[in-house]
């Protein structure tokens, strides 16, 4: 008797998936033809983020500006990481696609969320030492009960082949939930609020760091910890969120 092959195995697995849990949208639920994709619907109202975009900060420019281009906020302030990509813009619509899986116990698109990271990051990989998430406060964490940045990096770890760090940082002070502040604000709030892990300085000196986080909103959390990073003997750090906002406000 012949043994079946794995490609036939997994198909029928997957049949069998279906009809055990038929395939929904990721963000609203809707019935999909596959798993870990999004409806007809979601899909054309999600903004992705492709060409032209800024060569620093990844925010999209509304036409062409040239190779390796930077917005003004870039060349105003440039920030103390190297790059950040996002795969989509954080609007009205996908705000509830991020935080469903941010905070009402959504974990379930994390493979598909970061697939969607990895390709936006594609230009990162080759370089990449390590990936390491942007760390929640642990009464923070004890609340929410996981760290949805963390989730993303184990799966993207597992997309690359790259180490990642989960606890490469630590948030060594309870900040205020950033949502309504300014940009000052959220500066001065993450001001010394991270360090890196003692264990961890000699295997991350001279080499490059992805930052993973859920939205680039100012960029304050990601700069406080790219800067962390550096002054730990890091040799660049490039951040990969799930979702940016269209300016950093």
Same mark, same amino acid.
């Given at each position: 008797?012949?043994?079946? @092959? ?6 029928? !697995?997957?049949? #069998? ?10 963000? %609203?639920? #809707?019935? *999909?033809?596959? /798993?870990?994709?999004? %409806? ?6 999600? /903004?992705?983020?492709?060409? $032209? ?6 925010? +999209?420019?509304?036409? $062409?500006?040239?190779?390796? !281009? ?13 790059? !950040?990509?996002? $795969? ?6 996908? =705000? ?11 974990? /379930? +698109? ?21 990936? !390491? $998430? ?5 009464? =923070? ?7 949805? #940045? ?22 060594? =002070? ?20 991270? %360090? &890196?892990? @003692?264990?961890? =300085? ?5 080499? *490059? ?5 859920? &939205?680039?909103? *100012?960029?304050? *959390? &990601?700069?406080? %910890? @790219? ?15 799930? #979702?940016? &906002?269209?300016?950093?406000?």
């Amino acid at each position: 008797m012949s043994l079946a @092959s794995p490609s036939r195995l997994r198909h029928t !697995a997957s049949r #069998a998936l279906d009809l055990l849990l038929p395939p929904l949208c990721l963000s %609203c639920d #809707a019935p *999909t033809g596959a /798993h870990r994709t999004l %409806c007809a619907d979601c899909w054309s109202h999600i /903004h992705f983020i492709a060409a $032209p975009f800024c060569s620093g900060c990844g925010v +999209p420019f509304d036409v $062409p500006m040239g190779e390796g !281009a930077l917005c003004g906020g870039c060349i105003a302030a440039p920030s103390e990481f190297s790059k !950040a990509r996002a $795969p989509m813009l954080y609007d009205d619509f996908s =705000r509830r696609l991020v935080l469903g899986f941010k905070h009402a116990d959504r974990t /379930h +698109p994390a493979p598909a969320l970061a697939s969607w990271m990895q390709r936006a990051g594609a230009e990162f990989w080759d370089e990449a030492d390590y990936v !390491a $998430p942007v760390p929640l406060h642990r009464w =923070r964490l004890f609340r929410r009960r996981y760290n949805q #940045a963390a989730l993303l990096a184990k799966q993207l770890g597992r997309l690359t082949q790259k180490l990642v760090l989960i606890d490469l940082m630590e948030r060594r =002070r309870a900040t205020p939930i950033q949502g309504h502040l300014s940009r000052k604000e959220r500066l001065v709030n993450v001001k010394g609020a991270f %360090c &890196v892990q @003692s264990r961890y =300085r000699k295997q991350i000196e001279n080499k *490059t760091i992805i930052l993973i986080d859920d &939205v680039l909103t *100012t960029g304050a *959390t &990601v700069n406080e %910890c @790219s800067r962390v990073l550096l002054k730990a003997g890091a040799k660049a750090v490039n951040v990969l969120t799930l #979702a940016r &906002v269209k300016g950093l406000l």
